[in-house]
């Protein structure tokens, strides 16, 4: 697992070495037929964020998520990234 915060934006990636996800799931998750990763990807989407996903059969699965950050709570954070 990955958290990068910076000034605007945070960004969560989970990786795994796992078996991955197959290439029709990954298809029907694109068209919106695998309810989990669409739930995962809306949810991102109604805060400005993206989700990503890449996997190969074997070789495991990346899952990443950026979601911006709002000016207030930059501010109140202190951060300079």
């Known amino acids: ?3 990068e915060y910076g000034l ?3 960004t969560l990636r989970v990786s795994d070495d796992g078996t991955g996800i ?3 799931a990954m298809d029907a998750a694109e068209k919106g037929r695998h309810w989990g ?3 995962m990807r809306e949810r991102a989407q109604r805060t400005g964020g993206t ?3 890449s996997s190969e059969p074997g070789r ?3 899952v990443s998520v950026g979601l911006p950050i709002s000016e207030k709570m ?3 954070t202190g951060s300079n990234s």
């Open 74 to 76: 930059a501010a109140s």
């Open 8 to 10: 605007r934006f945070l």
């Open 1 to 3: 697992m990955d958290l």
């Open 51 to 53: 989700l990503e996903i």
């Open 22 to 24: 197959a290439p029709d």
């Open 37 to 39: 990763i669409a739930g």
């Open 60 to 62: 495991g699965t990346v």
